[in-house]
């Protein structure tokens, strides 16, 4: 089987987000629970080429945004990186970032986050995505789930809040 991780799981497993420190110990206790599982991590294939792509690639938003020396910088180089525990997914890229299909609709959505989406439905399993503390999946979560998207929070009840408090606030 194989995952997909949105880089705010690493980030937050990391301890340099906004989480509480259960969401924070969630994270590293899920990516350790991956890592012993054998299961891969789904990446673009962009990832490994030398074209570039609008926005980042999953590799190279992960290198941006892991602190080198960190135990999950180290988890994911020195475990997934060498022993490539990948599955590089081929996604077409447009001049804002992966591309979807014409049936799902992401309003508000953010466009470097359409890459896991793409990843979702061009993956043979159609993996889920997992999330920690990114609100843009709590706001489509509708759109996510009428395209059959699977996306599995990590930090759901803190999310919640988190997007509802900022939701209240623009009123």
């Not at 945004?65 to 996604?91: A, T």
């Amino acid at each position: 089987m194989s995952r997909i991780v949105d880089t705010n799981v690493w980030v937050v497993a990391e301890g340099d987000s906004w989480p509480s420190e259960m969401c924070v110990q969630t994270c590293l206790d899920w990516l350790k629970g991956f890592k012993e599982s054998g299961e891969r991590l789904v990446v673009d294939e962009a990832s490994f080429g030398n074209e570039s792509v609008p926005g980042e690639t999953v590799y190279k938003e992960l290198r941006r945004c892991l602190s080198e020396g960190s135990y999950v910088h180290d988890l994911f180089n020195q475990h997934f990186m060498k022993d490539f525990l990948f599955d590089p997914i081929n996604i077409e890229y447009d001049e804002s970032g992966a591309e979807l299909p014409d049936h799902i609709h992401l309003p508000g959505f953010e466009p470097a986050d359409r890459k896991w989406v793409a990843l979702h439905l061009n993956h043979p399993e159609h993996p889920p995505i997992h999330n920690a503390s990114d609100g843009d999946w709590i706001k489509s979560e509708r759109d996510l789930e009428n395209a059959g998207i699977e996306v599995i929070q990590l930090c759901e009840a803190e999310l919640r809040q988190s997007v509802k408090e900022r939701e209240d606030q623009k009123e």
